[in-house]
């Protein structure tokens, strides 16, 4: 699912003395220029690597959190069918973390390091999480708009210069496209149906919207590495030419709806074709990132609970293991 | 504590007629536990009708670095290729 200002976290040390010659590096971005896939063994910047890590793993931590907000309603869902559409919803998420992680693991990080350092919050994950799911119509507007905005995010990830990446990523979208339409027809369902349940579905599109905004990270004059990133083409449009484009592609879909939009300068403008909105709060956004937000303590909780209790069970399965390759090796 | 569990590569095919192919990786204790996670991982959608599952420290690859050596002879080969030789349009398709 979520990509969102993953570049918000890098430490400034990224210059740091690397034993790295004019010449590699510029080799380097040559292949990049050319479009070449950079491949695990290939020869890469130590920065580009590490920004890689800290791409992939956050966006790795997203998927796995991101799976809380929406389990909420898993045993809550209306009906046999929402409930089996939202557990394999679901489950596309821990898939996609899966596949994450994996990318993340050619770059040289191992899967308990980055699994360790989401536990000990030295890792960060998409704000978006830490909102809460209050209502059944909240499941809608997650698929929908949270979605929706890291399609945006995502399709243009498929033709990252790292190729494990962007194949992992190429995997993702193909299943991304459920997910957002199983939540517009959540909202097309409410919206249709009586006036409590479009009451219901208009809540959920004023508390989501603008936190589904902020899902493209801060505006272009505030995104640390974009630049950078950019060059490297593991990003291809910046943080607000892809807001621009999810609020152009979603204002429409909100009016087929009959929903309101909760921004009351939200115009489109006749020249540009493009939709002009309202002031981001931003304070909100960083506030939700450093840890303040409605859910980030919840979510943090359950994320050690899992693994705490599923502990015997990896025990158990290695202990196995070790157990048949003596006997075996006898 | 457990130990991060081996690494296996996981190859799919799609339908019969078509070869494996690579998908991704599955952290796994044994092998059968390796097909299993592959399964749930990479096939949610009919993705495979046969899934192999290697150890990752098994498979033996070439270094980038030698890619010249290894590739470059075949380069300047182009007798290999049907397109080097011109055949009179009269004689057909051939």
Request: glycine share 6%.
């Amino acid at each position: 699912m979520y990509t969102q200002s993953l570049d918000q976290q890098g430490s400034k040390t990224e210059h740091a003395a690397d034993a790295e010659t004019a010449e590699q590096l510029a080799a380097f971005q040559k292949r990049v220029d050319a479009e070449e896939k950079i491949e695990p063994k290939d020869w890469m910047p130590s920065a580009y690597r590490r920004t890689l890590i800290r791409q992939i793993a956050q966006h790795a931590h997203s998927e796995i959190i991101g799976m809380q907000p929406e389990g909420n309603w898993l045993t809550r869902a209306p009906t046999l069918r929402r409930k089996s559409i939202l557990l394999a919803k679901v489950q596309d998420e821990a898939g996609h973390g899966l596949y994450l992680y994996s990318a993340a693991e050619t770059l040289g990080i191992s899967r308990q390091q980055m699994v360790a350092e989401l536990l000990s919050g030295k890792a960060k994950y998409s704000s978006i999480f830490n909102y809460p799911t209050l209502s059944w119509a909240d499941i809608g507007a997650i698929g929908w708009l949270v979605d929706g905005a890291a399609i945006m995010n995502q399709i243009p990830l498929c033709r990252c210069s790292y190729g494990p990446y962007a194949r992992a990523m190429v995997r993702v979208c193909k299943e991304e496209s459920f997910h957002q339409r199983q939540g517009y027809e959540i909202m097309l369902d409410l919206c249709r149906g009586s006036d409590a349940q479009k009451e219901m579905a208009q809540d959920a599109l004023n508390r989501w919207w603008w936190p589904s905004l902020m899902m493209f990270g801060p505006g272009d004059a505030e995104s640390t590495h974009s630049a950078q990133s950019m060059a490297w083409k593991i990003k291809r449009f910046s943080n607000d030419e892809l807001r621009q484009k999810f609020v152009d592609a979603t204002v429409p879909q909100a009016e087929f709806l009959g929903l309101r939009m909760p921004d009351d300068d939200l115009k489109l403008d006749e020249a540009s074709g493009h939709y002009n909105f309202g002031e981001i709060n931003w304070q909100e956004f960083y506030d939700v990132l450093a840890g303040n937000g409605p859910c980030n303590k919840q979510r943090m909780r359950v994320r050690r609970a899992a693994q705490d209790n599923g502990a015997w069970v990896r025990e158990a399965a290695e202990a196995y293991a070790q157990k048949q390759a003596a006997r075996e090796a006898a | 504590m457990t130990t991060d569990w081996p690494l296996y590569e996981v190859f799919i095919r799609a339908k019969s007629g078509l070869s494996h192919r690579h998908a991704g990786s599955v952290h796994a204790a044994d092998d059968e536990m390796a097909l299993n996670h592959a399964r749930d991982v990479y096939t949610r959608r009919n993705e495979g009708v046969s899934i192999w599952v290697v150890r990752s420290s098994e498979i033996v690859a070439s270094d980038p670095q030698d890619s010249a050596a290894l590739f470059e002879p075949a380069k300047d080969k182009i007798y290999r290729h049907p397109t080097f030789y011109e055949i009179p349009e009269d004689v057909g398709n051939m």
